[in-house]
């Protein structure tokens, strides 16, 4: 049967628009049809599809200009702010709009066939079969995620959202290769500086520290299991300083399964380095 999914146009250049979507229903390089918010319709391609976060970059030549939507910052929302979901109008209807309040970031699988841990928006909007694919927006109108359908571990009637700085990650390899190539850490952890001085102090961080992730979970069978322990504190890779689990997102997107990555974590006031090699 025929499958309809909400897109939202991430960008247009040279007449191009590059609309990212969820790829529930989509088949690789599958030629598609897309209707745009004027009512008219152009023929597109699928370009690649990401089976760890379950979203699919299609490009269309649509024959008029079409206005990119203006993008957000994921790293600067927080729980409880007041977000839209929004999907495509559907046969004349009008968009399918719905607003809750979002709940902190979370990290979990958002494909069941992936061991990839997205990082996710979670808020209490309704999600159906009509804005599946579309935007999660901020107030300002900005898109802070790409709504996907319900992952394997989410909670009965809270909707589910791709991060749009995780989002980008996606586009970008997409759009320049048709693939997404990344590498798998298998940590789960919280931004020390979305902490409040209760959570860090239940966890044996400085108040005065603002930068690094706490780990809250390791994947079993990953490269970190039994190097890394909930609790322990990841302040750098490579050298580097990590400043939250968007910033590791953007380093994993950049390596590939077999690199060696040296984590310097603080478990206990002492800071020790672990040498890995990604998965």
Same mark, same amino acid.
């Given at each position: 049967g025929?499958?309809s999914n ?5 960008a ?5 628009a ?7 229903g989509l088949?690789?390089n599958a030629?598609?049809s ?7 319709s152009?023929e597109?391609t699928v ?12 490009k269309?030549?649509p ?12 790293s ?9 979901a929004m ?5 004349g209807? #009008?968009?399918?709009?719905? %607003? &809750?309040t979002?709940? @902190?970031p +979370?990290?979990? !699988?958002?494909?069941?066939d992936s061991i990839?841990?997205?990082?996710l928006?979670?808020?209490d ?6 804005n599946?694919?579309?935007g ?5 109108g900005e898109l802070?995620g ?7 571990n989410g909670?009965?009637?809270?909707g589910?959202?791709?991060s749009?700085?995780e989002?980008k990650?996606v ?7 048709g693939?997404?190539?990344?590498a798998n850490l298998?940590i789960?952890?919280?931004?020390v ?12 961080? #400085?108040?005065?520290?603002? %930068? &690094?992730?706490?780990v @809250?979970? +390791?994947q079993k !069978?990953?490269c ?7 609790g322990d504190?990841l302040?750098?890779v490579?050298?580097?300083?990590l400043?939250n ?5 953007t380093i994993l997107y950049?390596h590939?399964a077999?690199d060696t990555m040296i984590?310097?974590?603080v478990?206990?006031?002492?800071e020790?380095q672990v ?5």
């Amino acid at each position: 049967g025929i499958r309809s999914n909400s897109g939202v146009v991430i960008a247009f250049e040279k007449d191009t628009a590059y609309i990212m979507t969820s790829s529930q229903g989509l088949q690789a390089n599958a030629s598609v049809s897309v209707l745009f918010e004027n009512t008219l319709s152009a023929e597109g391609t699928v370009v690649g599809s990401d089976a760890g976060t379950g979203l699919t970059l299609i490009k269309t030549v649509p024959g008029f200009e079409v206005k990119a939507i203006k993008q957000g910052d994921s790293s600067l929302v927080n729980a409880g702010e007041i977000v839209v979901a929004m999907g495509g109008r559907r046969d004349g209807d #009008s968009a399918m709009v719905s %607003s &809750g309040t979002l709940s @902190s970031p +979370v990290q979990m !699988e958002a494909a069941s066939d992936s061991i990839w841990i997205s990082n996710l928006l979670e808020a209490d909007v309704t999600v159906g079969e009509n804005n599946i694919g579309g935007g999660m927006l901020n107030l300002s109108g900005e898109l802070i995620g790409v709504i996907i359908p319900k992952p394997v571990n989410g909670q009965m009637d809270m909707g589910y959202a791709v991060s749009v700085n995780e989002m980008k990650n996606v586009y970008n390899d997409l759009k320049n290769t048709g693939s997404v190539t990344r590498a798998n850490l298998g940590i789960i952890g919280r931004s020390v500086s979305k902490m409040n001085a209760y959570e860090k102090s239940a966890n044996n961080i #400085s108040l005065d520290q603002t %930068s &690094g992730i706490c780990v @809250s979970g +390791v994947q079993k !069978e990953s490269c970190v299991d039994g190097f890394i322990l909930q609790g322990d504190l990841l302040s750098a890779v490579d050298g580097k300083s990590l400043l939250n689990e968007d910033e590791l997102h953007t380093i994993l997107y950049g390596h590939a399964a077999g690199d060696t990555m040296i984590l310097t974590i603080v478990r206990s006031g002492t800071e020790q380095q672990v040498s890995v090699i990604l998965k």
